[in-house]
């Protein structure tokens, strides 16, 4: 099931809502494609990472009820199309999802390895824990929604239950935020970056 099908049985405005922010000059995207009340959070999340620098979309559900069973597409089937656009027009990803936990934990995915090694760094610098292998969301399918940028590759953050709700996750924004604050603005569509 991707987005069109979801769309058949759930109406926006009703049922969800997507909120979609560009930022001339930024080529890079936070997205919480389970935000709202789907991934609890999760929304929050993103608009903390990308503040007023970054691109951000939202996909969020505003049901009273049965959020997640009624509008959780799979990352990979996620292919809604505002934000499919987003995307073609950035180089960098971050997809803010949010997991089961007991346990403070970041997991990381995607196939921007050197992003999310970076990612890493500075969310464990917080003495947070971070695992980027071994666990259940690697994000390495090319149709993953934060693979699906400019580059072909992103980063799949997933912060787990307990992260999210002892509300923590300001630091781990200003983390991710410090690290895409590092990364060029743009690269020249179709070429190299120059130095």
Known sequence: MGYADLAKSQTEGKDYKVLLR??????????????????????????????????????????????????????????????LELLSLCDHVIAVHGCGGDDPKVLLG????????AIGAAVGGLGIEVQSNGHSFPATDPT???????????????LTMALRLNGSWDTVCAAVRSVLLTLPKARPVGGEQRE
Request: hydrophobic share 30%; with cysteine; aromatic share 8%.
């Open 144 to 158: 993953n929604i934060c693979n699906r940028g400019r580059r072909g590759v992103g980063v799949q953050i997933e």
């Open 110 to 117: 995607g196939l921007d390895d050197e992003l999310k090694l």
């Open 22 to 83: 560009p930022v001339a000059g930024s080529s890079s995207a936070v997205i919480a494609p389970h935000g709202g009340r789907i991934e609890h959070y999760t929304s929050d999340i993103a608009r903390g990472i990308a503040g007023d620098d970054f691109n951000l979309y939202l996909f969020e559900g505003i049901r009273p009820s049965g959020n997640y069973s009624a509008l959780h597409l799979t990352s990979h089937r996620f292919d809604e199309p505002r934000c």
